[in-house]
C-alpha cells in the first residue's frame, strides 16, 4: 500500500438554508462537491482525497468524482458543527485504519474555483517552515467598520491620507478555498490556524464563495471564463440538432415543407471527428425528414423524434459502451438540459438560452448554424 502523507478532506453535508442542497448544485454543468473533488485529486501533493458527508447524494457523486467517504455524524451535521470537528472526526476514522498523515489539507465545496496549484504550494510550505496555510488574495481595498454610534470608521488606512496604489502596503483577503496544516499540530491546537502561518496567494477570480443564490449565478456566469479549458478530453460527442446543426429558423414552403440553414464548416468538423475515432450522436425532439436527411449526409446516428433526451442518451451510452464523464453534449435550449446534466462536458452554444449557457461547462463563441458544431470539433481535436 502506497503511503499516504497528505490527505485532503472536504466537508459536505447535505443540510443548508442558504442555499437548498447547495454541495450538489451544479457550476459550470459540475456539482460544487465533486468541482471541490476534482481539484483535489488534480493536487500532484494529494495522496487520498475524503468527503466527509450524511448525504447519500453527496457521497455517491463525491465517491464517483474518486473520493473515499466517511460517513459524518448528525451531531456533526448541523448548523452549528465547526468545520474543525467534520475534519477531526475524519482524521479519527482514517487513524483507526492506520492511516497516519503529515499534513491535512481542508477543502471547502462552496469554493467553486479551487486553484490546484495552491494546493500544491500550501502543502510544499508546511512540508517547509510553516505549520498552517491558507488561500488569499492580495487587496489594496480601503477597509471601514461601523463604531458604536454607527459612524464609520477606518480600519487599515488612514481615512485623511489616501496614497496611491503603488504606494500602500498590500493586505490578504482570505478566501475560504483551502487551508494546509501540520496534522500532529492540528489535533493539538484544534484550529486551522497554529504557529507560522503562510498565505497562499490566488487569482481573485478564484475567491468567490457561495452562500446565496447571488452568489451561485455570478459563479455560474464565471465558469466559462474561469475553467475555460483549451481542449476537451472526450470519447463522444452528443449534439442537439435546430438551433445547434441550424440557425434555429426555418423556411416554409406552399406545401408545409421546410428547409433549415446548416453550415458548410461544421460539416467538416463532424467529419474531422469521424475520422478521429470519436463517436457521434444527434438527439432530436423533432422528426422532421430535414434532421434525417442531415444526419445522412453527415453519416452520424440520429434518434429524433426524442422527447426525454437525458433516457435516450443513457441508453445510446450503455449501448455503446461509454462513460456519460466522457462525453460532450451541446445544446442550446432548456429540452437539453436533463442531457447536459448527464455528462462530463455540457457545452452551449454563443446564443443558447440564459440556462443553458448557465449549466454549461463549456460556453461557445459561435452561434447555432455559424459553425458552433466546428469549434466543438477544435477543441476535442486540439493538440
Given at each position: 500500500?502506497?503511503?499516504?502523507?497528505?490527505?485532503?478532506?472536504?466537508?459536505?453535508?447535505?443540510?443548508?438554508?442558504?442555499?437548498?442542497?447547495?454541495?450538489?448544485?451544479?457550476?459550470?454543468?459540475v456539482p460544487l462537491v465533486v468541482r471541490a473533488v476534482q481539484a483535489a485529486v488534480?493536487?500532484?501533493?494529494?495522496?487520498?482525497?475524503?468527503?466527509?458527508?450524511?448525504?447519500?447524494?453527496i457521497a455517491a457523486a463525491a465517491r464517483a468524482a474518486g473520493a473515499r467517504i466517511v460517513e459524518r455524524p448528525a451531531e456533526l451535521a448541523g448548523d452549528t458543527a465547526s468545520s474543525e470537528s467534520a475534519l477531526l472526526h475524519a482524521l479519527d476514522v482514517l487513524a483507526g485504519e492506520g492511516v497516519e498523515p503529515d499534513v491535512?489539507?481542508?477543502?471547502?465545496?462552496?469554493?467553486?474555483?479551487?486553484?490546484?496549484?495552491?494546493?500544491?504550494?500550501?502543502?510544499?510550505?508546511?512540508?517547509?517552515?510553516?505549520?498552517?496555510?491558507?488561500?488569499?488574495?492580495?487587496?489594496?481595498?480601503?477597509?471601514?467598520?461601523?463604531?458604536?454610534?454607527?459612524?464609520?470608521?477606518?480600519?487599515?488606512?488612514?481615512?485623511?491620507?489616501?496614497?496611491?496604489?503603488?504606494?500602500?502596503?498590500?493586505?490578504?483577503?482570505?478566501?475560504?478555498?483551502?487551508?494546509?496544516?501540520?496534522?500532529?499540530?492540528?489535533?493539538?491546537?484544534?484550529?486551522?490556524?497554529?504557529?507560522?502561518?503562510?498565505?497562499?496567494?490566488?487569482?481573485?477570480?478564484?475567491?468567490?464563495?457561495?452562500?446565496?443564490?447571488?452568489?451561485?449565478?455570478?459563479?455560474g456566469a464565471l465558469a466559462p471564463l474561469v475553467d475555460a479549458p483549451e481542449r476537451l478530453d472526450v470519447d463522444a460527442v452528443v449534439t442537439d440538432f435546430d438551433g445547434v446543426h441550424t440557425d434555429d429558423s426555418a423556411l416554409v414552403d406552399s406545401e408545409g415543407r421546410e428547409l433549415v440553414r446548416v453550415s458548410r464548416s461544421d460539416g467538416m468538423g463532424v467529419a474531422l471527428l469521424r475520422r478521429a475515432g470519436v463517436l457521434l450522436l444527434i438527439l432530436s425532439t423533432e422528426t422532421n425528414p430535414v434532421v434525417r436527411a442531415r444526419a445522412e449526409k453527415l453519416r452520424v446516428p440520429v434518434r429524433h423524434g426524442v422527447e426525454d433526451k437525458a433516457s435516450a442518451l443513457t441508453a445510446w451510452a450503455a449501448d455503446a459502451g461509454l462513460r456519460l464523464d466522457?462525453?460532450?453534449?451541446?445544446?442550446?435550449?432548456?429540452?437539453?438540459?436533463?442531457?447536459?446534466?448527464?455528462?462530463?462536458?455540457?457545452?452551449?452554444?454563443?446564443?443558447?438560452?440564459?440556462?443553458?449557457?448557465?449549466?454549461?461547462?463549456?460556453?461557445?463563441?459561435?452561434?447555432?448554424?455559424?459553425?458552433?458544431?466546428?469549434?466543438?470539433?477544435?477543441?476535442?481535436?486540439?493538440d
Amino acid at each position: 500500500m502506497t503511503e499516504i502523507s497528505v490527505v485532503a478532506v472536504i466537508p459536505a453535508r447535505g443540510g443548508s438554508k442558504g442555499v437548498l442542497r447547495k454541495n450538489l448544485r451544479r457550476i459550470g454543468g459540475v456539482p460544487l462537491v465533486v468541482r471541490a473533488v476534482q481539484a483535489a485529486v488534480a493536487a500532484a501533493s494529494v495522496d487520498l482525497v475524503v468527503v466527509s458527508t450524511d448525504d447519500d447524494e453527496i457521497a455517491a457523486a463525491a465517491r464517483a468524482a474518486g473520493a473515499r467517504i466517511v460517513e459524518r455524524p448528525a451531531e456533526l451535521a448541523g448548523d452549528t458543527a465547526s468545520s474543525e470537528s467534520a475534519l477531526l472526526h475524519a482524521l479519527d476514522v482514517l487513524a483507526g485504519e492506520g492511516v497516519e498523515p503529515d499534513v491535512v489539507v481542508f477543502l471547502q465545496a462552496t469554493s467553486p474555483f479551487i486553484p490546484v496549484d495552491g494546493i500544491d504550494r500550501a502543502v510544499e510550505a508546511v512540508r517547509g517552515d510553516y505549520d498552517t496555510a491558507f488561500a488569499a488574495h492580495e487587496t489594496y481595498g480601503f477597509l471601514w467598520r461601523r463604531d458604536e454610534t454607527c459612524a464609520a470608521a477606518a480600519i487599515n488606512h488612514d481615512a485623511a491620507h489616501r496614497p496611491r496604489r503603488q504606494d500602500r502596503e498590500p493586505h490578504y483577503l482570505e478566501t475560504g478555498a483551502f487551508y494546509a496544516m501540520d496534522a500532529a499540530g492540528f489535533r493539538l491546537a484544534l484550529h486551522r490556524f497554529f504557529g507560522r502561518t503562510a498565505v497562499i496567494e490566488v487569482p481573485e477570480r478564484s475567491a468567490i464563495e457561495i452562500d446565496d443564490e447571488h452568489q451561485l449565478a455570478v459563479a455560474g456566469a464565471l465558469a466559462p471564463l474561469v475553467d475555460a479549458p483549451e481542449r476537451l478530453d472526450v470519447d463522444a460527442v452528443v449534439t442537439d440538432f435546430d438551433g445547434v446543426h441550424t440557425d434555429d429558423s426555418a423556411l416554409v414552403d406552399s406545401e408545409g415543407r421546410e428547409l433549415v440553414r446548416v453550415s458548410r464548416s461544421d460539416g467538416m468538423g463532424v467529419a474531422l471527428l469521424r475520422r478521429a475515432g470519436v463517436l457521434l450522436l444527434i438527439l432530436s425532439t423533432e422528426t422532421n425528414p430535414v434532421v434525417r436527411a442531415r444526419a445522412e449526409k453527415l453519416r452520424v446516428p440520429v434518434r429524433h423524434g426524442v422527447e426525454d433526451k437525458a433516457s435516450a442518451l443513457t441508453a445510446w451510452a450503455a449501448d455503446a459502451g461509454l462513460r456519460l464523464d466522457r462525453v460532450a453534449y451541446l445544446g442550446n435550449d432548456v429540452n437539453d438540459l436533463p442531457a447536459m446534466s448527464l455528462v462530463g462536458w455540457p457545452v452551449a452554444t454563443a446564443d443558447a438560452h440564459p440556462a443553458v449557457r448557465a449549466a454549461a461547462r463549456v460556453v461557445l463563441q459561435r452561434r447555432g448554424g455559424h459553425g458552433a458544431v466546428r469549434e466543438l470539433a477544435d477543441r476535442v481535436l486540439r493538440d
